[in-house]
């Protein structure tokens, strides 16, 4: 019976984690509540990016959205952060470019351990499968921002507004 009591334990206590909820919790809400609190601190940081050719943010464009930041608990206060982006238009040349910019931003600026995955909007772009390769391949990404072209393009996209 106690080895019974003892699965039956840990069984609970991996579905309340994998749920996002920490153990002991009995609210549900909690841990949506917490998951939301977590999107919204990366939608925070991501919303002020600039456009590469506009003067406007990727909020303003609604390229990025309150709804297009996910967050995971992963366990062990680590998370995994997925972002789901819309070009402006379908053939958009520099979506590759705004998924870079919006890793490196989150990479620095996440108070928490993650994991990111980033994506175009399922439908909202013509290339979209070979963007998604790109910008989640983390040789690409580290091999993308030792251009020094390409990586003041990124500073300048970015930067803090002031």
């Known amino acids: 019976m106690a080895t019974v009591v003892a699965f039956l334990s840990q069984t609970v206590a991996r579905v309340l984690r994998l749920a996002g909820l920490p153990e002991g919790e009995t609210d549900p809400g909690v841990g949506i509540r917490a998951m939301d609190e977590r999107a919204l601190e990366v939608y925070d940081i991501i919303r002020n990016i600039r456009d590469p050719e506009k003067p406007n943010t990727l909020e303003e464009l609604d390229v990025v959205t309150e709804d297009c930041v996910t967050v995971q608990d992963l366990g062990e206060e680590e998370y995994l952060v ?26 620095r600026c996440l108070p928490f351990k993650h994991k990111l995955e980033i994506y175009i909007s399922e439908g909202a772009h013509s290339t979209e499968e070979d963007i998604n390769k790109q910008i989640n391949d983390k040789e690409r990404v580290a091999a993308a921002m030792e251009n020094p072209g390409l990586q003041e393009i990124v500073e300048h996209c970015v930067k803090e507004p002031e």
């Open 82 to 107: 997925i972002i789901h982006f819309t070009p402006t238009v379908p053939h958009c040349s520099l979506a590759t470019l705004i998924g870079l910019c919006l890793r490196v931003k989150l990479q």
